[in-house]
RNA sequence: GCUAGUGUAGCUCAACGGUAGAGCAGCGGUUUUGUAAACCGCAGGUUAGGGGUUCGAUUCCCCUCACUAGCUCCA
């Protein structure tokens, strides 16, 4: 019998029944033969070799697709089970999936699996893979499937076939190694790209921390040994970004063992970007409407028991300190204090919106292992802003919010992305359903109306609120793990009973949407240390420029120079070591000044400095003031790097 | 918090049972220098902290503290 395969371009190939898709390839072309490492038949991932009986589309996927890719490495963590398994006794496997970059598997095993043993596994799976051992399918009765997990001792696998719902599931047998696997594969082993075992690393059973917790090993895999190595350069490029290293090494900031862990010192060089930073924040909200406004560090716990906040978040709050028999709380949101400054008068419909705005700093506890430089810290101010509106607003104040957020993420250079998560499964029930409902609406359309593409996050919200999030990406194009965030809060105004006056004359529930746009200063601080690799852009450089005499004798000159520039509000200084141009190049250089200034006797006969900036390297000679309506100019437009 | 690993001078690293060492940074001197490291010298350490084993511990063992990776990405 003869069947009709029609390929991705329309044409059709008639085939003997029971044709595989590897055949097909063959037929199309030795390359594509080669590349290939699965099929789709009818919207569905099979393998290369599975019989095509009946009429159907098929399109070969090769190695060089992000779904060809995605298999290759779902069967490397596979060889790698079996490298385990061949190294190890009684292993027992848990899951092994591909992710972004690479894959994974979990063991659980009696010895602890070291860093070196990696290599040994790497050994293991390059034998296996020079073994050309096939990846071979076979489905089995669930219940057939279960015993003979069982039977092998493979307790997580029976676990997992017990909660599949279909009644066949299949296998994979791979150079003696048997999983329980959806597939597709890759054909053989020696199919496998380049690849490498990075790390070792607890982790819970289906991420459970009541459950057992297995040993994971990391690896990535490319199509190419090229591709790998590119991949390890940009793991090398972060490392060498990483905020942690270069906040030591240009002094921006640093943790104390005896301040506490999580608690962050801020430098003199650090804290200055930080207050750059501040101060364009505060000017450009109180010119879109933002009142600024301070609150206090701690409250009475009486405010945080009537938020809610103690009741769902105590484990992540500090424990009470007694001040005059009352308890109080060092504050983990801003929230309670920002309603209470609304509470002091009478609001009518008339004077909303209000919108409070505050740099406030809140203390939170989170776990010591996940605390990490200044991403995940114990102190953190958050650039936190309250929008008291009517429900009418909320789409204008939405709207504002986000025309907000990119214009500050485009000053910094960010791409972003953003997300409407809607209500999470465990959520608030004092507010209705079609509270939700109106919230999330209103939300959705305020990112219509500005024509922003977004994706619906699905029970991503707050537990007491919809909202946008917008997920900033790098220079090296990482997520962030944060990043700014709207939320219409359908749970502080019912408990604070916060009302406005209405156009009828009655008493209303306001509308509080929060937001914040940095989020906490110290994780955007350390995002951005690592998004400009320690290369501030001009207008946040700790130091802007550094004035470089060659001999004391220009030191006169350079002093008059410090001052022009000190005079224009430009952080400069002038190196008056008696070390070589050669010596202050490199420190500056270092120490990522993005202009050095080299004046020698011809500049001071001229009247200029000779620019070296980062971008250009040697720029030759400007006049002083021409240097000056350079820098400033770029300070002042906030010019970005032109190269991230 | 849990699992694994790491902790030696300000930084980057040696020494791995036998008196703790180097480079850079720092300080003092010489040199007055033209686009990424001049030369000479000096100083710098309860080897994270505590306990143990040993004739002797940075090294081996235990506890504490801190740091690092991971613990979400659905066989």
Not at 332 to 361: V, W
Not at 576 to 590: A, H
Request: proline share 5%; with cysteine.
């Amino acid at each position: 019998m003869n069947i009709s395969i029609t390929l991705p371009d329309g044409s059709v190939l008639k085939k003997q029944a029971g044709a595989t898709p590897a055949e097909v390839a063959a037929q199309i072309g030795a390359g594509l033969a080669r590349d290939a490492v699965a099929a789709r038949v009818d919207d569905v991932l099979v393998d290369l070799n599975l019989p095509l009986e009946q009429d159907c589309e098929l399109s070969i996927i090769t190695i060089d697709t992000p779904e060809g890719l995605q298999i290759m490495r779902h069967s490397a963590a596979h060889v790698m089970a079996c490298a385990v398994g061949r190294l190890y006794e009684g292993v027992k496997f848990g899951i092994g999936p591909a992710i972004t970059d690479g894959f994974y598997y979990d063991f659980d095993l009696p010895e602890a699996i070291s860093a070196d043993d990696l290599e040994r596994i790497e050994d293991e799976m390059a034998r296996i893979a020079s073994e050309e051992a096939p990846f071979a399918r076979e489905e089995l009765p669930t219940e057939q499937a279960s015993e003979l997990m069982r039977e092998n001792g493979q307790s997580y696998k029976v676990e997992l076939i017990e909660e599949i719902e279909e009644r066949v599931v299949s296998f994979y047998h791979t150079a003696g190694f048997v999983d329980l696997c959806r597939g597709p594969h890759i054909p053989h082993t020696g199919k496998l790209g380049a690849l490498k075992l990075l790390s070792v690393a607890g982790a819970y059973w289906r991420g459970d921390e009541k459950n057992a917790q297995l040993q994971r090993i990391y690896g990535t895999a490319f199509a190419t040994e090229d591709q790998l190595q590119e991949h390890i350069r940009r793991l090398e490029e972060a490392e060498k970004r990483d905020h942690r290293k270069l906040g030591r090494e240009l002094d921006l900031f640093s943790f104390d063992e005896e301040i506490g862990r999580g608690l962050v010192l801020w430098h003199p060089r650090g804290a200055i970007v930080r207050e750059v930073i501040e101060d364009y924040w505060k000017k450009l909200h109180r010119k879109r409407g933002y009142e600024p406004v301070f609150t206090p560090h701690i409250a009475s716990e009486k405010v945080y028991l009537r938020s809610g906040h103690i009741p769902k978040y105590e484990d992540m709050m500090y424990a009470p300190l007694l001040i005059d028999e009352e308890a109080y709380r060092v504050r983990p949101m801003n929230c309670p204090a920002h309603i209470k400054i609304f509470q002091t008068g009478i609001r009518s419909y008339r004077d909303l919106p209000i919108r409070y705005a505050e740099l406030g700093t809140v203390y939170r506890y989170e776990m010591s292992g996940a605390l990490r430089g200044l991403l995940r810290v114990r102190g953190f101010t958050q650039d936190d802003a309250h929008i008291f509106c009517t429900p009418g607003q909320i789409v204008d104040e939405v709207e504002g919010v986000l025309d907000l957020t990119e214009e500050i993420l485009g000053v910094f250079g960010l791409n972003y992305k953003f997300y409407l998560s809607t209500r999470p499964e465990v959520s608030l029930e004092s507010a209705s359903d079609e509270e939700w409902q109106r919230a999330t609406e209103a939300l959705r359309q305020a990112l219509e109306a500005r024509d922003l593409p977004y994706e619906v996050d699905e029970g991503a919200g707050a537990f007491y609120a919809p909202k946008i999030d917008v997920v900033p990406f790098d220079s090296l194009g990482r997520e962030w793990e944060q990043g700014p965030t709207i939320q219409v809060d359908l749970n502080l105004p019912k408990r604070f009973d916060v009302t406005y006056v209405g156009e009828d004359g009655k008493e209303h529930e306001c509308i509080i949407l929060h937001r914040a746009i940095l989020g906490s200063l110290e994780r955007f601080m350390g995002e951005i240390i690592e998004h400009f690799a320690g290369w501030f852009p001009v207008w946040l450089a700790p130091e802007q420029a550094r004035i470089l005499p060659i001999t004391d004798d220009q030191l006169p000159y350079a002093q008059e120079a410090l001052r022009r520039l000190e005079g224009e509000g430009v952080r400069a200084s002038v190196d008056d070591r008696n070390e070589t141009v050669s010596y202050k190049i490199r420190s500056g250089t270092m120490q990522k000044v993005p202009y050095l200034l080299i004046v020698g006797a011809r500049e001071v006969e001229r009247g200029t400095v000779s620019v070296r900036s980062h971008e250009n390297g040697d720029e030759g000679p400007v006049e002083v003031e021409a240097f000056v309506a350079r820098i400033t100019e770029e300070i002042k437009t906030k010019a970005l790097p032109a190269e991230l």
